[in-house]
């Protein structure tokens, strides 16, 4: 079955506590994106991956990292997470431009920063 | 940058009637517009687009249509049905946007269907 996974589904976590959200695609897409979206705002950009070892910003990057050694995986780390960073996150996989082409998102992570 | 209002945040509808969510762009460039559902506990997922050089489009019972001389578009639901409850994005994307890798997504309308 094609599909985006991501572990864990559910987190609780302290301020200062490194953590890695991890993402997974089995379509062979090029395009990578993690999300988050917080009440009243949608969903907004983090980071975008068009390739292994591509990345870029998005529109909310402070805080997180991004890596991308193998195209199926795309995990999102946050070295040092805040209350601020207490969020549903979700990942997303395209062929084509994630602008252009329809977006496969994985079914989300809740994390709570305490 | 690129802005995108989405209206009502919430819709509550009788089953068999129609629902409509609206949204508006700012940035006249934009040439892809997508709409998601999102359904409880899972991630978006896409039901229908519109490219700037169409007006409309239909599936079944879903529809999209964009005028693009206002920068708005709307997603045009009929016949609603239980399993329409969800929250429905719209999005816009523009090739100016780091070279269209970037979707701006609306707010989100929670749409209710009674029984």
């Known amino acids: 079955e094609a599909q985006v996974t991501q572990n864990p589904r559910y987190l609780i976590t302290v301020t200062g506590k490194k953590l890695t959200v991890t993402c997974s695609q089995n379509?062979?897409?090029?395009?990578m994106s993690w999300y988050r979206q917080d009440p009243g705002l949608g969903l907004r950009q983090i980071y975008y991956?068009?390739?292994?070892?591509?990345?870029d910003k998005g529109d909310v990057p402070e805080g997180y990292k991004v890596s991308r050694k193998e195209k199926r995986n795309f995990p999102l780390i946050l070295e040092s997470p805040s209350p601020n960073q207490t969020s549903l996150y979700f990942c997303?996989?395209?062929?084509?431009?994630?602008?252009?082409?329809?977006?496969?998102f994985g079914p989300g992570t809740r994390l709570t920063v305490l | 940058g690129e802005n995108v209002e989405q209206h009502p945040s919430t819709l509550s509808v009788q089953e068999g009637d129609s629902a409509v969510i609206k949204c508006t762009y700012s940035?006249?460039?934009?040439?892809?517009f997508p709409w998601y559902k999102q359904e409880l506990g899972k991630g978006p997922q896409l039901i229908i687009d519109?490219?700037?050089?169409?007006g409309e489009k239909k599936d079944q019972r879903i529809a999209v249509t964009l005028n693009k001389t206002a920068k708005h578009f709307s997603l045009h639901i009929t016949e609603t049905q239980p399993e329409d409850s969800a929250v429905y994005f719209c999005?816009?994307?523009?090739?100016?946007?780091?070279?269209?890798?970037?979707?701006?997504f609306g707010q989100g309308t929670r749409l209710t269907i009674n029984p």
């Open positions: 997303a996989s395209s062929w084509g431009r994630m602008g252009y082409n329809e977006q496969f």
């Open positions: 379509m062979n897409h090029e395009y």
């Open positions: 991956s068009m390739n292994v070892e591509v990345t």
């Open positions: 940035d006249s460039a934009s040439n892809y």
């Open positions: 519109i490219r700037s050089n169409v």
């Open positions: 999005a816009a994307s523009s090739p100016g946007f780091q070279g269209a890798q970037k979707l701006v």
